[in-house]
């Protein structure tokens, strides 16, 4: 064994909105960094890793991606859900971190290489009324995206998933001791959203990819309605139109529309997805590698997802951190069945805490050329900003009862 693991970090830092890293050091002086953000779950994670996982690290030959994985996997006995899966990514994407600076190369080229130029990416358009999404399409559009997400108020509703108050950044998870209370009408929701679809289309036309979050407020029949009524306007894909564990859902959904339906960013394993797959229930699978087991785990349902001609669309919102970000931009680039990759821009506090070689260009990302991830933690800034207790919103009917969000 050349050299083993002499560090084991968990980093907390809140630059605007809270991400858990963690930082491993080798005895022959490489660092590697990996996220285990859960939004409104952190300090879980970052306790995971810290009481349970990093002193089992310190020794470990770091060159053993594939046993490390294995040992906190199957050594964990409780096996799966986000918590672990989290912990578990940050590790494995600080040891393919490690292992690319080692081979002196980009993650991407360990993986197998360029499969295309750059990886396409898509915005995210809101608005409290149509005129301005209308207005946000064009921005986006303007800037070269040739994807862009659409989400708008609904009449009588106070707030809505999607839609942020700060134009750019749309960061659901409010600081405080309970979570917010937001109310919803599926019928309302159903009544008004065809309309912004075909606002679009009729603005700006069909040369762009369009998308749309549901975010798993529907039944099965409500999504396979929806679905069908808004096949004209030629939907990229309609996303997590129903919870994501009821897998059997999207077989009536399939049943009534080709509207493609992307889901799993809330999955973290290949078991989560597997008949979604094999059964081609879905077209995109929405993994990402800081919910779901890291590199390793994300490119193994990548790679089987292909088998059944299901494309990639991996989460990419605020609340996964640029050294996520980054992590799935190597895979994005060098997997054959990529597909859309979200791109929710993080602020300026955020990047300077995260320093990295991913560059925008022209509706693209593209991951740098840097060894390794392309991305660090710079910890003295990091630690300006502590940690703030936040949760994501609790969503109820106007009944009351309580709904998803
Ligand atoms: C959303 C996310 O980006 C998306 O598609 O579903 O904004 C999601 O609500 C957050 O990541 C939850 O933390
Ligand atoms: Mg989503």
Redo the contacts with the bound molecule.
């Keep these: 064994m050349t050299d083993s693991i002499i560090n084991a970090k968990v980093i907390v830092t809140c630059p605007g909105r809270n991400f858990v890293t963690l930082r491993l050091e080798t005895s022959d002086g490489l660092t590697g960094v990996g996220d285990g953000t859960l939004?409104?779950r952190e300090l879980a994670v970052a306790t995971y890793l810290q009481d349970y996982i990093c002193p089992l690290l310190v020794g470990r030959d770091p060159e053993q991606i594939n046993d490390t994985w294995q040992y906190l996997y199957r050594g964990a006995y409780w096996r799966r859900g986000p918590v672990t899966m989290c912990a578990i990514a940050a590790v494995d994407m600080a040891l393919w971190d490690i292992k690319a600076k080692r081979a002196g190369m980009p993650l991407y080229q360990l993986l197998g290489g360029r499969a295309r130029n750059g990886v396409m990416v898509y915005g995210?358009a809101n608005g409290r009324d149509i005129p301005q999404v209308l207005d946000e399409v064009a921005a986006y559009l303007d800037h070269g995206y040739q994807a862009v997400?659409v989400q708008v108020a609904i009449p009588g509703l106070d707030a809505v998933?999607?839609v942020s108050e700060n134009r750019t950044f749309?960061e659901?998870?409010t600081v405080g001791e309970r979570p917010q209370e937001s109310t919803w009408s599926t019928e309302a929701y159903l009544r008004f959203i065809p309309s912004l679809f075909e606002a679009v289309r009729e603005r700006h036309g069909f040369g762009f990819r369009l998308l749309h979050?549901a975010?798993h407020r529907l039944t099965p029949t409500e999504a396979a309605k929806l679905g069908k009524r808004i096949e004209d306007y030629d939907l990229f894909w309609l996303?997590?139109p129903t919870p994501a564990e009821d897998q059997d859902a999207f077989r009536i959904i399939k049943q009534h529309t080709v509207t493609p339906i992307a889901v799993g960013?809330v999955f973290n394993t290949i078991w989560d997805c597997q008949r979604l797959i094999s059964e081609r229930l879905i077209d995109f699978i929405?993994v990402t590698p800081v919910h779901a087991g890291g590199v390793s785990h994300v490119k193994r349902i990548a790679e089987y997802a292909d088998l059944y001609g299901v494309r990639t669309g991996f989460?990419?919102?605020?609340?996964?951190s640029p050294v996520c970000l980054a992590a799935a931009l190597h895979l994005d680039i060098s997997l054959p069945n990529f597909g859309l990759q979200?791109y929710?821009t993080h602020t300026e506090q955020t990047n300077e805490v995260f320093p990295h070689s991913y560059r925008f260009e022209n509706g693209f990302l593209h991951p740098g050329e840097e060894p390794g991830l392309g991305v660090d933690i710079d910890e003295k800034l990091a630690a300006r900003y502590p940690y703030r207790k936040a949760y994501?919103p609790v969503n109820r009917l106007l009944d009351g009862s309580m709904h998803n969000?």
């Design positions: 939004n409104g995210h997400r998933y999607g749309y659901p998870a979050d975010h996303e997590d960013e929405r989460h990419g919102a605020t609340d996964m979200e929710m994501l969000w």
